[in-house]
C-alpha cells in the first residue's frame, strides 16, 4: 500500500516568509510524528499527535513552529517567519495504533532552504 | 544525561566483508532499541527492533543486532556487505515509560555513514 508522503519534497523560502510542510500519513495510522534532520543537531523529535491531539509538543523549537492534524489523518507543519536555522529536512512518521506506535513508518521528508 | 551514542561517524568496508556498527545507549533502564537506515535522499526505513526476549534480532536485509544489557550496547552486523547497503545508520531509542502515557517518541544517535568499496 502507500507509504507517508510528504510535499513539498523541496521548499526554498526568504527568510521573514512563514512556510507549511504536508504530511499524508499511511491510512489507519493513528500516530503521527514530526522530526528535524539538519547538520548541526542529527536527527531530533518535534511533536507527536495521536488523532488529532498533541500531547508532546516538547521538540518545537520556538513559538514560531506550529503543527496540526485534522481528521485523524493529514499534518501540516507550520514554520512563521523563517529564520536561516530553520533550514533542514523535516521528516513525518506514523504508526499504526497504540500497541504498535512503536514501528514508525517515515516519508521522504521535506527539505527546507531559508535563503 | 540520557543519550544515544555511535561511536563512528563513518565506516568503510570492502564489499564482502563483515560489518559491526556501534551503538550504546545511557538510560536508567533498558529502552526499546532500532536501528533505522537512510539512503540518499531517502526516508528512514527501519532495519530491526528489540523490546525484550531473544537478545538477539534478526531484521530486514541480511542484518542482525545483539543487545548486551551488561554493555549498554545494541550493536548492528552483517557476515557480508553488498554495495547496496552504502548508506547512513541510525540507533534510536524510545525511553522507558516513566509512569506517564508510552509512546514512540525516538531519540536518535548522530549516525554512522558506511561507503563500500568494490
Known amino acids: 500500500g502507500a507509504g507517508v508522503s510528504q510535499s513539498p519534497s523541496n521548499k526554498v523560502t526568504e527568510k521573514g516568509k512563514d512556510v507549511e510542510l504536508r504530511c499524508d500519513p499511511i491510512s489507519g495510522h493513528t500516530a503521527l510524528y514530526w522530526y528535524r534532520q539538519s547538520l548541526g543537531q542529527g536527527l531530533e523529535f518535534l511533536i507527536y499527535f495521536q488523532g488529532n491531539s498533541a500531547p508532546d509538543k516538547s521538540g518545537l523549537p520556538s513559538d514560531r513552529f506550529s503543527a496540526e492534524r485534522t481528521g485523524g489523518s493529514v499534518s501540516t507543519l507550520t514554520i512563521q517567519r523563517t529564520q536561516q536555522e530553520d533550514s533542514a529536512v523535516y521528516l513525518c512518521?506514523?504508526?499504526?495504533?497504540?500497541?504498535?506506535?512503536?514501528?514508525?513508518?517515515f516519508g521522504p521528508g521535506t527539505r527546507l532552504t531559508v535563503t | 544525561a540520557q543519550s544515544v551514542t555511535q561511536p563512528d561517524i563513518h565506516i568503510t568496508v570492502s564489499e564482502g566483508a563483515s560489518l559491526e556498527l556501534r551503538c550504546n545507549y545511557s538510560y536508567g533502564a533498558t529502552p526499546y532499541l532500532f536501528w533505522y537506515v537512510q539512503s540518499p535522499g531517502q526516508g528512514l526505513q527501519l532495519l530491526l527492533k528489540y523490546f525484550s526476549g531473544d537478545t538477539l534480532v534478526q531484521g530486514i536485509k541480511g542484518f542482525e543486532a545483539e543487545f548486551k544489557r551488561s554493555q549498554s550496547s545494541f550493536n548492528l552486523r552483517k557476515p557480508s556487505v553488498h554495495w547496496s547497503d552504502a548508506a547512513e545508520y541510525f540507533c534510536?531509542?524510545?525511553?522507558?515509560?516513566?509512569?506517564?502515557?508510552?509512546?514512540?517518541?525516538?531519540?536518535f544517535g548522530q549516525g554512522t555513514i558506511l561507503t563500500v568499496h568494490p
Open positions: 512518521a506514523s504508526s499504526r495504533d497504540r500497541d504498535r506506535e512503536y514501528e514508525q513508518y
Open positions: 534510536a531509542v524510545v525511553a522507558p515509560n516513566a509512569g506517564g502515557t508510552s509512546y514512540g517518541k525516538l531519540t
